[in-house]
């Protein structure tokens, strides 16, 4: 059923010929219409020339549909305007009077800095920047002082990090520590701690269903739905397949494992190791791949290397073990500077100081645990760089 057209009040017909005359949308072929163009707006027009000025109307498709044009003369005034008034014609607030409105204070014992602070914080609480936003409060979990405990010198901004709920990615060369740090970052959080080393197959990440329908569950699992920190280690040897499963987890805290959909605890955190920046293999560690861009946007990167604090107090344990890492320390630094294509790390240190301990000699345990398949030659650079930096 149709409706009855609604007549356009006048304000509504002007502002509505205005727009379409500004877009050059109406071309005045008559120059009677254009002449009367504005008192017909402006609700003036009266008697002779009221039905030329609608046919001009209704030619150029005015109103539009649903309406029906207003009566010529329509008594409904043109709006008073009101002058703007400009900022700077008002008269100023003084700075006494603006503290007092802000801190309900007089300010006497404020200096400016405080001042500053004060109004900073005001125009943030009651401007801001115009958008909508939610605040988002970093809770970490428990925080425990791990007394007497020798750790890493990126721990601190590890224990940070993970604290802040960020997907740490951890980059060094083997034995750089990496893996123990990560114990200690759960144990001074307070979380349990899982585990993971390369990861081939999906299923070695979410768990599967045998046969019989029982589901194994993986360390993945247990710190998904449970709460702790886990460990993929080797994560740029694992199949970038498997870490791009990874992907939604980690981001949006939600994962599909064969028993259903969870959603991640609370305290669910995540670290990553690896040897390289899963841009691929390289001349050192030829079997990495290299990961998907989104998986890499989901993590924070930092660099380990070896601390030598950590290494002297691993090899501490063992008698003459200082002097043992400080051994391998000057071989590692002569291997850099020779570029050699050998990796010395603190587990050769702590190899070293356990064999001689049980009873090798220094030269048994340092053919099999640090020399290995390097030649004479290679050797006798080595020792004579030490022997010159001396």
């Not at 899963?278 to 380990?304: C, H, I, L, P």
Request: with cysteine; proline share 5%; aromatic share 8%.
């Amino acid at each position: 059923m149709e409706q009855n057209p609604k007549t356009m009040t006048q304000a509504e017909l002007r502002s509505y010929l205005r727009e379409r005359k500004s877009n050059d949308e109406i071309n005045f072929t008559n120059p009677d219409s254009e002449q009367h163009w504005t008192p017909f707006v402006n609700g003036q027009l009266a008697g002779f020339g009221v039905d030329a000025l609608r046919i001009v109307a209704q030619t150029w498709m005015f109103p539009p549909g649903g309406y029906v044009l207003p009566s010529a003369g329509d008594p409904q005034p043109e709006p008073e305007r009101k002058p703007l008034v400009r900022k700077k014609d008002k008269p100023a607030i003084s700075r006494e009077d603006l503290i007092e409105i802000l801190t309900g204070s007089s300010g006497d014992e404020l200096d400016e800095e405080e001042v500053r602070r004060i109004v900073n914080q005001q125009i943030d609480e009651r401007i801001g920047d115009g958008l909508p936003v939610k605040t988002v409060v970093v809770t970490p979990v428990s925080r425990i002082d791990l007394e007497g405990e020798v750790t890493h010198e990126k721990f601190p901004l590890v224990v940070k990090l993970i604290g802040a709920s960020e997907n740490v990615a951890l980059v060094g060369e083997a034995g750089t520590g990496k893996t123990h740090m990560c114990e200690m970052v759960a144990k001074a959080l307070g979380l349990d701690f899982y585990f993971t080393g390369k990861v081939d197959t999906e299923h070695q990440l979410i768990g599967y269903r045998d046969a019989h329908g029982q589901y194994f569950e993986t360390a993945f699992f247990k710190a998904f739905t449970k709460g702790g920190l886990f460990l993929w280690d080797e994560f740029d040897a694992s199949s970038p397949r498997a870490a791009t499963r990874f992907n939604s987890a980690i981001a949006n805290r939600l994962c599909d494992f064969p028993t259903g959909n969870y959603k991640a605890h609370p305290n669910f955190r995540v670290i990553a190791a690896s040897n390289t920046f899963w841009s691929g293999a390289t001349r050192e560690y030829v079997g990495r791949n290299q990961m998907d861009a989104a998986t890499k946007d989901r993590f924070v990167f930092v660099e380990v290397g070896y601390d030598r604090k950590v290494e002297k107090a691993i090899a501490s344990q063992y008698p003459n073990g200082e002097e043992v890492a400080n051994r391998v320390q000057d071989v590692r630094k002569a291997i850099a500077k020779l570029k050699l294509r050998h990796i010395v790390s603190m587990r050769a240190t702590s190899s070293i100081a356990k064999l001689i301990s049980a009873g090798l000699t220094q030269k048994q345990a340092e053919k099999v645990a640090l020399w290995k398949d390097l030649s004479k030659e290679q050797i006798a650079k080595i020792e004579a760089e030490i022997g010159g930096a001396e």
